[in-house]
């Protein structure tokens, strides 16, 4: 029997969900790679949970909130955004990682080991995917981008950007305000 090959999608997968890795560290799969991330610094985490409390009172019934550990497997990656929202009636038991069409809104909040992956790459799947929301926070811009209308295509259709400390409209199928004001001392 020959050994999977590099580029077999499942063999990735699960040989990147198997990694032990030290704290701080992350495992995604991407363009035939693992890719070995950084965890977001600890400045950047209070402000994350202020966003994942305002997405968990407009999540609605039958969602989730899923911060930093959740893995969401797409046709040719499998991306772990640092804050999601997801439908729960798409979680298998079975397996580690979610099926991307359980995903609703995808965030990232930049690092500079991270911001061309989030910025460019991670957007395009996310958005031919379909995932109706992705929040890139930007904190070398100091902006969050709310990326929405997605297309199989060209991927999202829709951006509008806000300054962090401004509100940022979150659209269907959330449709609320974001305060980002806790991402002005970061």
Known sequence: MEPPLRDDFAFLTSTAAELVLP?????EVL?????????LPAPYLKPLRTIQRQLDMRAGRGRDIGA???????????????????????????TAVVPGEALLLAAEVTTPATRDLDADRKTEIYGRAG????????????????????????????????????????????????????????
């Open 68 to 94: 930093l550990s959740m893995r969401f497997g797409f046709a040719a990656a499998v991306l772990g955004p640092d804050l999601s929202v997801y439908d729960t009636a798409r979680l298998d038991p079975a």
């Open 131 to 186: 995932v109706p929301v992705y929040l890139l926070f930007d904190t070398d811009e100091r902006m969050l981008t709310v990326h929405s209308d997605p297309g199989p295509d060209r991927g999202y259709r829709t951006r509008s950007t806000s300054w962090f400390g401004e509100p940022a409209e979150i659209p269907a199928p959330f449709d609320f305000d974001l305060d980002t004001t806790a991402f002005t001392g970061i």
């Open 23 to 27: 704290d701080g560290l992350g495992a």
């Open 31 to 39: 363009d035939g790679k693992i890719v070995i991330t950084p965890w």
